[in-house]
């Protein structure tokens, strides 16, 4: 009988063990997932999300506009662009970031912070507000400073150095200064956008800090 009692009892223990193994792997699983879940960055958390959804956002408000107003072109440029904002998700989940996150009209939420510097220098300031106004860059005199207070993104374009915009019409030639690190390139525009400079890809790689994809303090010209 006591044979039979111990061996009840080391039965029990091994029992008691497995159900403790199975507890700890659920209870490290969750801690896992809730970790995982925690390490996804943001627009509001990282400045290389924000530049991220901000580039999805301007591709999506670019693609509603084509539908709103088409033209023979339009089914093409929104294949494009759809081809963009999926190379753009890849990029997200890769950066760490929410996949699918948008933040579009985002430099327009951006430019308080930059709005005093704008309002002390009143000789560009108006000329600035003149180009947009047409929606054509025609009001910007070639040398003239442009887009005063925009922010800077990628469109996610691939292919040679090139820019798009709402502002100044294929052709013009506009030299980017990332203020942060005094980093310039000068491209052509190639294509329509919804902003008023959006950066391809090579061109965004030539005047970006590390990790970041999006300048905050930028100067946009008109060379040409």
Do not use: W, Y
């Not at 996804?40 to 901000?54: D, M």
């Not at 106004?133 to 990628?154: D, E, I, M």
């Amino acid at each position: 009988m006591s044979r039979r009692r111990r061996t009840l009892s080391t039965k029990k223990k091994i029992a008691l063990l497995v159900s403790a193994v199975t507890v700890a792997g659920g209870g490290a699983f969750a801690l896992a997932a809730t970790s995982n879940a925690a390490s996804v960055q943001t627009a509001q958390t990282s400045v290389a999300c924000q530049g991220l959804a901000t580039a999805l956002g301007n591709n999506q408000s670019f693609i509603a506009d084509q539908k709103a107003h088409p033209d023979s072109q339009s089914a093409a440029r929104i294949a494009n662009r759809e081809a963009v904002i999926a190379q753009i998700k890849v990029q997200q989940q890769a950066s760490g970031c929410a996949v699918g996150e948008s933040a579009q009209g985002s430099q327009t939420a951006q430019q308080p912070a930059q709005s005093a510097p704008a309002k002390a220098a009143p000789a560009p300031a108006a000329p600035a507000k003149t180009a947009p106004a047409n929606n054509a860059g025609g009001g910007a005199a070639t040398g003239q400073q442009v887009c005063t207070g925009s922010t800077v993104t990628l469109s996610g374009e691939a292919g040679a150095p090139a820019a798009s915009s709402n502002q100044f019409p294929a052709g013009t030639k506009l030299k980017v200064t990332n203020l942060d690190n005094n980093k310039s390139t000068t491209v052509q525009v190639t294509s329509v956008s919804g902003s008023c400079v959006l950066l391809n890809n090579a061109a965004f790689e030539q005047v970006r800090e590390p990790g970041k994809f999006l300048i905050r303090k930028a100067r946009i010209e008109k060379v040409g």
